[in-house]
């Protein structure tokens, strides 16, 4: 992505009147991201006894660490639903330098000898995960050069436009997802979230599919180029096809999640009656943690949790129809696209629907990174959600149904915070 | 109204919407498989969770404690100690050297804990063991990864050594080896409890869960011996320097109520320290040679011979009868010692006292009406097997009880009444110093064959003491008469014998019977030269209160075994029970 950022012109900065007027933010955003973010702090705080037993810390350890990592994150999400995108979206360049930076640095990091992937940076007792950086920068760099290339209208440049995508795409995945014999930071899963928002931003923008085509088969390719000299990934490829051939080793993981979830039945065990977090799942707080909620809350838990993430990818979805520009329809369609990507993949190995990815379940998994940078990249969505228009631009296929949505409250709501008349809401 | 839309807006919206369905699909796709895995499959599940964490325990009983009498007191002599044994998992010690050298000073050097904690082949090592609580609570202390240590009950002896063979031990795996621990193992062990618990991955019980199930344990009974601590370490120092003054192999003794059957001292030499019994080279120093060990008695069975001989009637203990000082039976020659001097005119008190093989050959020939016969065989089989009950085991509470052997009376064609007239001098049959004790008891006692025990009385789980009372094996074992008869005749004996100090026979009665044992030779017939000393003998007021029983194995001290090595023992057994005044003195 680099390239293709230090390629663009500074002097094509959007003005911030371009947005229009401000109104009233989308307050449902933040209600969804508190309710899953308390879920995920109760499951964690339901599970510490089973951790803090087997890491030898006190009770209050884990709990603690992550409302620490949720002040971070409302600090964070203050920062980027105030700062203006005008600003965030000039300072994208050296976020993202910025970012690859601290790639740099975790890969020259010593690292633990239990996790052998040089995925951290460490300052003293402080330490994050570089690569949630690196989503976040790239989501803004990403979303303004596409914005830029469609104003230029040179979407379709193949010089321009899609062959910086293509090197930025190559480096980005060179150091994240490289082989770890090269000391690369082998985190498959995370490219994974990585060129799938990638992707979903190329291909609202409007690249051509021809291009978003040849896109996926080099992907294809690289993936199978990467899984083949790693016998980890064989592994985890293999387990994958045959799940219970191998729950002793390679599989195990993966029979223990499914156990938790399939053992949660109906209604679940109960709160602090989980059993498979003592010590029989790993990553029972972080990449595990579905399973264990599910173990606790059962089936109808799990639907209700699927349910909450749906109601906040619709209200990103709604507020990116309704963005005001290109610019921040990307930034969202791109936050969607991570989070949503994120989830799924998390959620798919904890069921036996994908193999196994060392990533987090956005908002739930314990380890302050994770939600201070999705609480960042929610402050920006935040911030066009005061900017988005009354309605949805109009494509053939709504110009039938547009009328009875507008008369049903529910298609009202809908609509945001924007009311032609402002006054009519509190007077009602 | 609208704001002004870029010209991009539809079809993005367009690509976004087709987008977020496939996104949606997605989603039911989860919640069609979420329905699946754990609605349809629950079972399954369920099953596959409770075969990994539903854990079976066995909640230990604490074992039984073993007291015994001193004096008006009773004391432990057994106790359980809760103790750790220290282990690491190498696997996760970072470190080896440093925690090595922290371990040092507080366990004990005597172990390389380095190397140990360097070895990566296991995930267990043993580190040390038996240590103590509050050194477990110090290494725990410090919280070195991979090191821990887990409790274990480990029986301790307050009384040391004492009574070691009687007692037993208890191994590794919590059962008793030997004496009373092995033969009172299930009492003393108790039932232990059951819990079914959903467990952690590493095996720890969960608190809460509705699958846990658990039955309370029930701890072992506590056992009071017979014992007098204060006698039997008596008895201890005597035999042990009786073995020692005879230059033997080793030796055993025990003193018995006759009137109760009940054991009050009983030991062999030499002994072992149960505390250590892991450091024991040889089996058998575990071993209470005086029940375990069936030997042939020698001498002192010319006692029970005469007392059946009198007891059928065939001879009084007046008679006197011409001694040839040689029989020949079945073609071989049976002959008195030297200094027995020749054949003459012999009464029942020079039998004993000379210890005549020919005269117990007499009386076994009085059994039959004057010669070795059928009849006579059958006779003095009776008394051994139904009225001594030798050949049977004696249901002491002790392990490895031993039966002894008595030859069949029934004509076999191979010297039937050779072998018969061995037997009346306590030859060709085996029999164990417990049971020659026993035999003797009934014999003095008046006839009851009172069942030789340990056990005076049981204390289970909730302090209720029960007392054990005496079982009568046989009535009737001889006439009273008869038991009247031979309580003399064996004072007779001890008085005619060098016994320094002598005993005041106004005061007490102490009686007695020498035996000079030969050992057979497991190729067939005797050792020359080599022979068991073994001494049976009673101490006593209005009546016998003590029976006393010795053995000494193939004592070198010169002269008759008998005599030389095992005399001593009990003579100074009886001395010490009368100066201890656990014997009541005549009253009349």
Known sequence: MRPSAQRRQRSVRPESSDL??????????????????????????AISPALSQAAHVSNNYYVGKQLLAIGLSIVAFIATSQIPLTTWRSYARPLLIFAGL?????LLM???????????????????????LVKFAALIALAGFLAEQIKKNMLNDKARTFKPLMIALGVAGLFIAGPQALHTQSDLGSMGVLVAMFGTMCYVAGL?????????????????????????????????????????????QACQALIAVGSGGMIGLGLGRSVQAYGYLPEAANDSIFAIYAEKFGFIGSILLLGIFVAFFARLKSIAERAPDDFTR??????????????????????GLLPLKGITLPFISYGGTSVVFVAAAVGLVFQVSRYTSYSVPRIASDLNKRRDHDDRRNGRRLRGAYHPDPGSRARA | MALPITSNAAPAVKRMRLWYSFFMAIIVLFGVRLFYVQIIRYDHYKNAALSDQLKQYEIPARRGIIKAHDGDQILPIVLNQKLYTLYADPTYVKNPDGVAQKLGPIVGNKTDYATLLKTKKTRYVVLAKKISEQQSQQILALKFPGVGTIAQDYRTYPQGSLAAQLLGFVDDGGSGQYGIEQALNDPLKGKPGQLRAITDANG????????????????????VLTIDLAMQQQLETVLQKGVKDSKALSGSALILDPNTGAIKAMANSPTYDPARYSEVDNANDFQNAAVAKPIEVGSIMKALTTAAAIDQGVISPTTTYYDPSVW???????????????????????????????????????????????????????????????????GVEQGYEATGYIPLPAENGAGIDLTYANTSFGQALTAT????GAALSAVLNGGTYYQPHLIDQTIDATAKTTPVLPKVLARNVVAPKTSQAMIPLMQYVVAHHTIGPSFDQTKYIVGGKTGTAQIAKPSGGYHEDEFNGTYMGFVGGDKVQYVIVVFVERPTNGGYAGTAAAQPIFAGLAHMLINDSYVMPKTH
């Open chain 1, 110 to 132: 010593p690292v633990n000898p239990a996790y052998p992937a040089h995925r951290w940076v460490r300052l003293g007792s402080f330490s994050f995960q570089s690569v949630e």
């Open chain 2, 433 to 436: 110093p417990l049971q020659m």
């Open chain 1, 330 to 351: 990307l930034l969202v369609i791109g936050v969607l696209a991570w989070l949503s990507v994120q989830a799924v993949i998390n959620i798919g190995a904890m069921i």
């Open chain 1, 208 to 252: 051509p599919m021809k291009r978003l085509l040849m896109i996926v088969a080099v992907i294809a390719v690289s993936v199978v180029l990467l899984i083949l000299p790693s016998a980890y990934r064989r592994e985890r490829l293999m387990t994958f096809v045959h799940p219970a051939s191998n729950c002793q080793d390679a599989g195990y």
């Open chain 1, 102 to 106: 601290a790639t740099v640095i975790a």
């Open chain 2, 328 to 394: 020949k039976v079945d073609g071989f020659k049976i002959t008195n010692i030297e200094e027995d001097g020749g054949a003459g005119t012999r009464s029942i008190t020079d039998l004993l006292n000379l210890s005549l093989n020919t005269g117990a050959t007499w009386e076994l020939m009085q059994m039959g009406g004057g010669t070795i016969n059928q009849k006579g065989r059958d006779a003095w089989y009776g008394y051994l097997t139904k009225h001594f009950r030798f050949g049977q085991a004696t």
């Open chain 1, 20 to 45: 229009g007027r401000k109104h009233r933010p989308d307050y449902w955003l933040v209600m969804l991201c508190a309710v899953l973010l308390a879920i995920g702090l109760i499951v964690v705080y």
């Open chain 2, 204 to 223: 720890v019980p969960l608190a809460a869960s509705q699958n846990n199930t658990q039955t309370a344990p029930q701890n072992g009974q506590d056992q």
